[in-house]
């Protein structure tokens, strides 16, 4: 997959997990959808490397999706962590 596609589906990713943890966070719309992006790379690395499932698999590969999800969830976790929920 190309950089512009793991972009895309960092975009979505971010997308997806912000609305598996609704809230407010502390840097708005282009801070979730940064973490997404970070997380899709993040996800799709962990997966290349430990789980032994090859980046360059195509856009709709599920476990592609999985990956670069489950990454922007831990990610967005890891945030409001650090910097605060605002759902208080």
Same mark, same amino acid.
């Given at each position: ?9 960092? *975009? ?12 407010? =966070?502390?840097?708005? %719309?282009?801070? &979730? &959808?940064? !973490?997404? !992006?970070?997380?899709? %790379?993040?996800?799709?690395? @962990?997966?290349?490397? /430990?789980?032994?499932?090859? !980046? &360059?698999?195509? %856009?709709? =590969?599920?476990? &592609? /999706?999985?990956?670069? @999800?489950?990454? +922007? *969830? ?11 929920? +605002?759902? =208080?």
């Amino acid at each position: 997959m190309s950089i512009i596609a793991w972009i895309i589906l960092g *975009l979505l990713a971010g997308a997806i997990a912000k609305l598996l943890l609704p809230g407010r =966070d502390p840097g708005g %719309f282009i801070g &979730t &959808t940064l !973490i997404g !992006i970070a997380g899709a %790379f993040i996800g799709g690395w @962990i997966s290349a490397r /430990w789980l032994h499932h090859p !980046i &360059t698999k195509s %856009f709709y =590969d599920g476990a &592609t /999706w999985a990956a670069a @999800i489950g990454g +922007s *969830l831990v990610l967005l976790i890891i945030y409001r962590i650090l910097f605060g929920n +605002s759902r =208080d």
